[in-house]
């Protein structure tokens, strides 16, 4: 099993309309895409004040290695993630991707 984490810097002026809908079609895709089997995510809430500034986490698993990979450049992942990037901070850190 694969599980891929995504941390993620939202500007101030998101609402939580916008996060809830974000999570949503992140959730539409298990079922969608081969392989995804579930998702998970939410706001930080963690109080011991490591967060470096990520304010939202998901994460995903997967059955293998090849679900993930596929998964990548499925039409449905590609769809999401302009919804992603428009709520996130500006700069190269305002998402981390980790997979274990």
Known sequence: ??????LLKCKADVNQSQIDEMF??????VGVIPGL???????????EGISH???HAFVMQFENADARDNYLPH???KK???IIHALLVEGS????????
Do not use: E, R, W
């Open 1 to 6: 099993m694969i599980h891929h984490l995504v």
């Open 24 to 29: 949503d079609q992140l959730n539409a895709l």
């Open 37 to 47: 089997l579930s998702c998970k995510g939410g706001n930080n809430n963690s109080p």
């Open 53 to 55: 500034g990520y304010t």
């Open 75 to 77: 039409p449905a992942h």
């Open 80 to 82: 999401v993630q302009p």
């Open 93 to 100: 850190d305002s998402a981390l991707a980790l997979d274990f």
